[in-house]
């Protein structure tokens, strides 16, 4: 058995379905808004918990910002394979023709577009409400452009791992949060360099190593995940 | 003519080869680790009770940490087997995926509990050495936060394995998920060193000399084998038990339970 891609080209079909992806969560515009709305309450928590102190927030912002940012990520990925693979599109792919790679990576980068991008676009408000100095700010962005990307790819190996659970969501965040650490050390670290007015370019030279190794090694685990998960 | 050339090309199997090929089949697997079960574990019982004997009572107490320094006795070997259990899962997870040997998949999961055992065996002997040393029964240092991370790692590992229901997709599964905690841990590793460097240096590496007295290193690597002999002890005992529960119905299993009752 010859697989013969059925409609042209690779990226053809990766841009097809990018845009099928973000099409349908643009059609589900409340559950697009979940993460969202998600990042802004646990952030506004933290100030009601710890106290208004400017210092003390403006000490914590980073981290704050950045478990927040790790939250929001974990709830919205449940969603990345889960109707696709209730539905039956998922077997549709396999059979399709197209490597299972290509196809993890389109919906990996609408996860992105849709969950990752929204946190990076309300970073300055988050940093607003933590009284995160303003030349930091422009670190967060930095780190939060290069760090949330890497949350999605290595979040879609664990969904693949579990999308076959009726209750993959919970299990999920206990696989991915462990393989988050580095990441957020290294952004937090960054940010807060910044704040002291330290060199923070090697922080950022880091999460871009970790950005191009994951782009390049995550697809692929993600795409034999879920070859398991659909066996 | 031709059949006899054929048949003189066979390829040679030589006794290695032949002997990992019979190590695939489950009653073979059973019958031949039963023989060394009992020896692993009456070598692990010996090797403890001397490494004990000498790390307990024998060795004079450090002249800075005093007597609280013997845990390491117990707390070093732990923490290195942690981490060993965890490189070996993830090498058997490997050929597991690979080569989708039952065997060897039974065997990587059942690493994961004993790996998670040694690591909260490591983390509890490590505070109680932090209260009289550093003051404290927990600090954030770099050693006890990547154990801690490592021992998150088994969670995943042992938790996804235990929500699949069929057996087979759940290794293969877990499997695939200890291959990526592997990838991930020297970054974790190294990225958690970096971020806190309050503990005291490794005072024992291969390569250099070792800042402790031979006197003091011995029971510690007496200890370090006797964990080697309870792993493989253990690893296999479990693995046995696992393989009847999932052979139950299969021929070799019932010819077994014959010959018990």
């Known amino acids: 058995m010859s697989a013969v891609p059925v409609g042209g080209s690779l990226s053809k079909a990766f841009f097809a379905l990018l845009r099928r992806d973000l099409l349908l969560a643009f059609r589900r515009r409340t559950e697009l808004l979940f993460p969202v709305i998600f990042l802004l309450v646990v952030v506004s928590l933290f100030p009601l918990g710890i106290g208004p102190g400017p210092q003390l927030l403006a000490r914590i912002a980073p981290g704050v910002i950045w478990i927040a940012a790790l939250l929001a990520t974990v709830i919205s990925l449940d969603g990345l394979f889960r109707s696709d693979f209730e539905d039956g599109t998922m077997e549709q792919f396999v059979i399709s023709g197209h490597p299972l790679t290509l196809i993890s990576l389109a919906k990996i980068v609408a996860h992105w577009l849709v969950a990752g991008l929204p946190i990076v676009l309300l970073s300055p408000l988050l940093a607003l409400w933590m009284n995160l100095p303003l030349e930091s700010l422009k670190v967060m962005i930095m780190t939060l452009v290069l760090g949330t990307p890497i949350l999605s790819l290595i979040g879609s190996i664990g969904v693949g791992l579990t999308i076959s659970l009726k209750r993959g969501g919970q299990l999920l965040s206990l696989l991915v949060f462990p393989l988050y650490v580095p990441i957020l050390i290294i952004a937090t670290a960054a940010v807060m360099a910044a704040s002291d007015s330290l060199p923070y370019m090697q922080f950022l030279g880091l ?14 685990a993600a795409a034999s995940a879920l070859k398991i998960s659909l066996s | 003519m031709n059949s006899n050339t054929i048949k003189k090309t066979k390829p040679r199997k030589n006794a290695l080869v032949m002997f990992i090929h019979k190590m695939g089949s489950p009653p073979w697997f059973y019958q031949f680790t039963g023989k060394f079960i009992p020896w692993f574990w009456l070598i692990f019982g010996v090797l403890t009770v001397w490494g004990l004997y000498l790390g307990l009572v024998k060795v004079p107490a450090d002249y800075l940490q ?29 050929i597991a995926l690979v080569w989708r040997i039952r065997i060897v998949e039974i065997l990587a999961m059942c690493s994961a509990p004993i790996g998670a055992a040694f690591t ?25 936060t990547s154990e801690l991370v490592l021992l998150f790692l088994y969670l995943g590992v042992i938790g996804l394995y235990n929500s699949i229901d069929e057996p087979r997709k759940a290794a293969r599964a877990a499997c695939l998920l200890a291959l990526v905690g592997a990838v991930n841990l020297p970054i974790i590793h190294y990225s958690v060193k970096w971020w806190n460097t309050l503990h005291q240096g490794s005072s024992i590496s291969l390569t250099g000399g070792s800042s402790i007295d031979s006197s003091m290193l011995w029971p510690l690597l007496i200890m370090a084998i006797a964990t080697k002999f309870y792993y493989a002890a253990n690893l296999l005992t479990r693995s046995r038990v696992k393989l009847l529960e999932q052979d139950i119905r299969k021929s070799w299993v019932r010819e077994i339970l014959r010959e018990k009752s």
């Open chain 2, 120 to 144: 909260i065996v490591t983390l509890t002997a490590g505070s109680l050495w932090g209260r009289p040393t550093w003051g404290t029964y927990w600090v954030w240092d770099a050693r006890l």
């Open chain 2, 66 to 94: 005093g007597e609280s320094f013997r845990i390491m006795y117990l707390h070093v070997p732990a923490a290195w087997i942690s981490m060993l259990i965890y490189s070996l899962m993830a090498v058997m997870g490997f």
């Open chain 1, 207 to 220: 999460l871009l190593a970790g950005l191009i190794t994951s782009l390049t090694l995550a697809p692929f």
